[in-house]
Every structure is written in C-alpha cells, then in structure tokens.
C-alpha cells in the first residue's frame, strides 16, 4: 500500500542570525500597534504567520489561502476580500521564488503543455479583446481577474505533490464553507433575508460554493471509520445543505440533482453506493418538504418558476446574451463588456419581459457559459470548456490510479468527480468564470494524475480488505 510522505523539501535554508533581531523588531510593532489598534494588529499577526507558513511550505500556504477564498464571502468580514487578495500575492511570491530556487518543481507547462497552451491561449485571448471591447479599460481589468484565476492554476499544480496535500486542500475548502455558512446563516436570523448571499457574490455564487463541500463531506461520512471524523463530516454537509436550500438558487438545485446522480453513478459498488442511495432519498425528501412546507413564498415561487414569471429576469439576460453572441460569434463583446452591451442590445425589438434589469441594473448573464460566449466569442468558450474537459478527465484519471489501493483517497476522489459534475452544472445559473472557486478547484483536478501516478504500480486490495492503519494517513 502506498503511504503520503511529507514534502521537506519545500523549506528553504534559512539564515538563523537573522531571526532574534528580526523577531524582536516585529514584536515591538506589534506591540505598538495592538495598542493602537488591535483589528490591525490581529491582521498583522495572521498575516506574518501566512506569510511563513506559504513560505515554509507551499502545499500548507495554499490550504490557508483556499480558506480565505471561502471566507471573503462571508458579510461581516468587510475586509476578507483584500486579505485574501494579499494572501494570492504572497502565494505567487513564494511558488515564484521556489521556481527560481528548484529544479525539481513539478510545472505544467512541463508535464501538460496543450493544456498549458489552453490556459495561456485564454488569458490572452481575454486580454487581447480590449482592442475591440465598448470599454477598453473594463476589458484589461476582467482579463486580468481571468488572468489570475489562470494563475492559480499552474501554482496549484506545483504545490499540490503529495496526496494528504490534496486531503488539506480540499479539507480548508470545506471548513471555509461550513464557516461561511454559518455566518450567513446567522445574519439571515438577525437580517430577516429570504435568501443567503454574501458580501462579495449573489445567492447563485453562495450556493455553488457550498455545493462541492456537501458532496466531498457526504461521500466523508459514509467512507470514514471513525465516528469523530464521521460525525464531524455529517454535520458539515448538513449544515451546507440547509445554507444551499435558504439561498434559493436554482442553479445550486440544479448542480445538486446532477451530484446526487452522477453520485450514485460514480460512488462504486457495495456499502458507499448503498448510503448514497438512502443520503439522495433523504435529500431529495428534506428539498420537497423544506419548499412545499416552509420555505418564504417569494423563494418558492422563485424555484418553481424557471421563466420570467419567477421575476429573476434571467430569462432576460440570456436571450440578450445570445443577441450578443449571434453578432460577435468569434469575438464576442470583450472580456467584462456584457454589462457595457446589454443596454444597447435590448434596445432592439427582443422580448424582454424585465427591461429594468437590462436598462437600469445591468446585471451579469448568470450563466457561465453564455457569458464567456457573448464576452469572449466562440473561441474564449473552446479555450474554457477545453481546461472544463481536462479537469474532468484528469480527476477520472487520477481515480482510477488509486482503485482498490487506497480507499480513503478512492472515495475523496470520488466525491470530488461528483462535486466537480454539480459544480459545474449550477453555473448554468451563475456568471462565475472570474470567481476563484472555480479556477482552484480545476487546479486541483489537474494536479491529480501526476499525484495518483504512482499508485499504479502498487497490488489491489481484495474488496473485503480491512482498512489499515497505512491507508488513514
């Protein structure tokens, strides 16, 4: 059975005659500023500590920043955002001095050059629609929020070595959300909102945050022996079931009913199929009943009506969008620029039954893919769907890598692949091609197969094997 070791190799030699004085120095500023400030001082305190841990250790800074990318959407945190900006800053630093200072970092422009081509070809494609974009300057800063997303991809697949590195990940990914979920849930308490949002994304952004942790804790509870952890996973994926359900966002609906079956379909067979079975039963029965029984009646009627009647106008936005795209089909509008078009695009005689929201609002396309169709043209979406197809197929290919051989990973990889297939399935519902969830998770899933790799070479485990000590680690 093949074991994690721990990557030491990612600590760089450090000149210890620095660390007293600098240590000392960074005490009496904290000091100071705890006394003046003590917000700040926490903000300095936490940043420090990133800033060591990143650079100690790639794969354990990435985790930290996945945290922060769930929590700069929780409404309390009024400067979450620019802290988990700084924090991506200190990331690409530290996974740029390790390119400098390595030679045995894994790249993918090295290990998967088409898909590197890909990634690449889109940020400049995003980049280059500024020379025909309405407003230029909204062109550069979309294609460089793109670009970082991008970004993130390449410096996730060298920090990503290990399998426990993945375990973390995906791990922080989960209790950010459950944090977040709780946050919000606590303002929807004291708010009287009818459906959860965050401060920096719409409900539809919330609940495809939340949809992937439910199924990766899902799939944690029915494959964890021991019940600490298994408790601890079922209330995970309870509570970011509810949130989902109270954001009332029919994309996060729509990627749950495809996870729940590609979920029995992927899951395999024997006790975990069989729990799946019993948790989409389950599921499926809390939906119904939370929305028949006791949801606010405006979100009821808000799922029950995917037409303008519903009153989201999205509808609205769509046949606009594909207005767009059937006059720029290879160009599309310019990276960002829908909301710049869309004013004159309804202008026309198409049926809008919401012309408020195309006129006065402005609001995005709430669909990823026709987004990127009408901003970038047919050629940003091929570049796109290629990174989509290569994700998918890379998580299949690092699953099978480890069949039979590890049953813990087996079954994190698992509920990846379905949470990946859901995820993926609410965007029809939400604009969020420059959201960072999307750009990490798709990092990952690329990084899988050079992970997973040497499982191959490791002897099936018979399928009444006991799980073992080795395989928990």
Same mark, same amino acid.
Not at 83 to 111: S, T, Y
Not at 218 to 237: K, M
Not at 362 to 375: F, M, R
Not at 397 to 421: K, N, T, Y
């Given at each position: ?92 630093? $530290? ?20 898909? !590197? ?9 995003? +980049? ?61 308490? !004291? ?41 601890? $996973?079922?209330?995970?994926? !309870? ?65 029950? $009506? ?46 809008? +039954? ?120």
């Amino acid at each position: 059975m093949a074991t994690d070791t721990v990557g030491h190799h990612d600590a760089p030699a450090w000149n210890v005659g620095y660390v007293p004085p600098l240590a000392a120095f960074t005490c009496v500023v904290i000091g100071g500023l705890a006394a003046v400030q003590p917000p700040a001082a926490l903000a300095l305190v936490l940043g420090i500590g990133f800033l060591f841990v990143t650079f100690r250790n790639l794969a354990a800074g990435l985790a930290l920043f996945t945290a922060l990318v769930s929590l700069d959407q929780i409404p309390a945190l009024e400067a979450s955002l620019t802290f988990a900006k700084l924090a991506g800053g200190v990331l690409a630093v $530290a996974w740029g001095a390790q390119l400098m200072r390595r030679h045995d970092l894994r790249l993918l422009i090295r290990d998967r050059p088409v898909v !590197t081509i890909a990634a690449v070809g889109l940020a400049l494609w995003a +980049a280059s629609s500024s020379l025909w974009a309405i407003d230029e300057d909204v062109a550069l800063s979309s294609a460089f929020r793109l670009a970082q997303g991008l970004l993130l991809v390449f410096i996730i697949y060298s920090a990503l070595r290990e399998p426990r590195h993945v375990r973390w990940v995906l791990g922080t990914y989960v209790g950010g959300a459950v944090i977040t979920a709780l946050f919000a849930l606590g303002s929807a308490a !004291t708010g009287g909102l009818t459906r959860l949002s965050g401060e920096n994304a719409n409900p539809n952004e919330l609940a495809a945050l939340f949809l992937p942790g439910v199924v990766l804790s899902v799939f944690a509870a029915l494959g964890e022996r021991r019940p600490l952890l298994r408790w601890a $996973a079922s209330g995970a994926a !309870t509570i970011l079931l509810v949130a989902l359900l109270l954001t009332g966002s029919r994309g996060g609906l729509l990627g749950l009913a495809v996870a729940l079956v590609a979920g029995i379909v992927v899951a395999g067979a024997g006790r975990v199929r069989f729990g799946l079975v019993a948790v989409t039963l389950v599921i499926g029965g809390s939906v119904v009943v939370y929305y028949a029984a006791f949801a606010p009646a405006e979100q009821a009627d808000r799922v029950a $009506a995917i037409s303008d009647d519903g009153g989201s106008g999205r509808t609205d936005l769509w046949r606009v969008a594909s207005e767009v795209a059937s006059d720029r089909p290879l160009t599309g509008v310019g990276a960002g620029n829908f909301r710049e078009a869309e004013a004159r695009y309804a202008a026309r005689e198409i049926d809008i +039954a919401r012309i408020d929201l195309v006129l006065d609002e402005s609001k995005v396309v709430h669909n990823t893919y026709l987004s990127i169709l009408s901003e970038l043209g047919a050629v940003g979406l091929a570049l796109f769907l290629f990174l989509v197809v290569a994700a998918l197929a890379s998580t299949i290919a690092g699953l099978r890598a480890v069949v039979r051989r590890s049953e813990q990973l087996e079954l994190l990889l698992r509920g990846f692949l379905v949470g990946l297939l859901g995820l993926f399935a609410s965007y029809v519902f939400a604009s969020a091609e420059y959201r960072k969830p999307l750009w990490l998770l798709l990092g990952v899933a690329l990084a899988l197969p050079a992970i997973t790799g040497r499982y191959r070479n490791e002897p099936l485990v018979p399928p009444d094997a006991q799980l073992t000590s080795r395989d928990l680690r």
